[in-house]
């Protein structure tokens, strides 16, 4: 296994390209206008305010599966390039937070509901809620920019980059695409698990894991058998990932979650795990589902009825289905070491049972 510091410490490497980007990106825009600096520091705040790093660090290790040298000089590019990945997510989380009407995220107001409170705290004119969600939209918006400014001004070569531009493009397309598909779901109460699944594929796997893999290797050189074999890898591994979140947003210790307990409950999130509740039987969710003020018995029937119709084992099954699919084809495909190995590790971290 690698000893190499940016293999073993990429989070940390991460935190300081984006504390690097962000700090100059705030500099920037306090000299258009001294005003614009809270939203910067909003966004500031919430991207370095907690995360695993997850999306940086598949694609890191795409990179280096394609035969990407830490030592060598493309490196420290590289690494610029794949922090960009967690403004696209700060994107998505924000916004998601709006759509779900979300009022926590890692144990803080979410950014919609901040900006309300100081619309109120200030007494501006207008209604505060709607200065706070126009407010996560345009934040949300200025993470979506920047991190296309923070991966083309990464210094890439211009080959390195066409390579790359594909994944690329098509990620942030999949996550969009998927985020509406979500909305549209809930909207028009569809329950049935292969909507559940078709919107984790295209708003988790894709962007999560997937893309990132394919990003990576192609930065690399990649062949198309690697490629293949490292996006097969993903798509599997991501909807595992989403699948082990969704149990977590049911089951979840709030203190670990950073989210009120039964919060995706209160949103009427259509997961995989609520299809296949009501699918087998578990009555409480036709009135659980969307309740704002959810209370905690209510949530704790939700969770006895789950494990009692077998909607939580078969959620599990799932999960080890698809980890060891995943794993499959990782094993079948050509890769650098320590990349296969470390890859086979974030498979089992990322999809293990921890509630």
Known sequence: MSHHPLDVSLPKYV????????????ASGEAMDASFTSAVDALSD???????????TYAWWGWRGAGGDPDGPLAQAVLTAVSSLELIQACALIHDDLMDASAVRRGKPTVHVAFAAKHGEQGWLGGSERFGMAAAVLIGDIALAWAD?????????????????????DMRTEMLAGQYLDVLTQARGDASPDAAVRID??????????????MGAAMAGGS????????????????????????????GDPSVTGKPAGDDLAEGKRTLLVALGMELGADILHDALGTPDIGYS???????????VGAVD???????????????????TPLTEPAATRLAELAITSTKRSY
């Open 15 to 26: 935190e300081h390209a984006l504390t690097e980007y962000l700090a100059t990106r705030r």
């Open 314 to 332: 078969a959620v599990e099954t799932r999960i080890d289905e698809l980890t060891a699919s995943a794993l499959k084809a990782l094993e079948a």
């Open 298 to 308: 209510t949530v704790t029937e939700v969770r006895r009825q789950l494990i009692a």
């Open 224 to 251: 198309p058998e690697t490629i293949a074999g490292l996006r097969a890898f993903g798509a599997d591994i991501g909807v595992a990932f989403q699948l082990r979140d969704d149990l977590l947003g049911v089951f």
């Open 46 to 56: 919430f991207v370095l305010g907690g995360g695993k790093r997850i999306r940086p």
């Open 201 to 214: 594929r295209l708003k988790t796997a894709a962007y999560t894991v997937e893309r990132p893999l394919h």
């Open 149 to 169: 400014d923070m991966l083309f001004a990464a210094g890439l070569p211009s080959d390195v980059l066409r390579r790359m531009s594909e994944p690329w493009r």
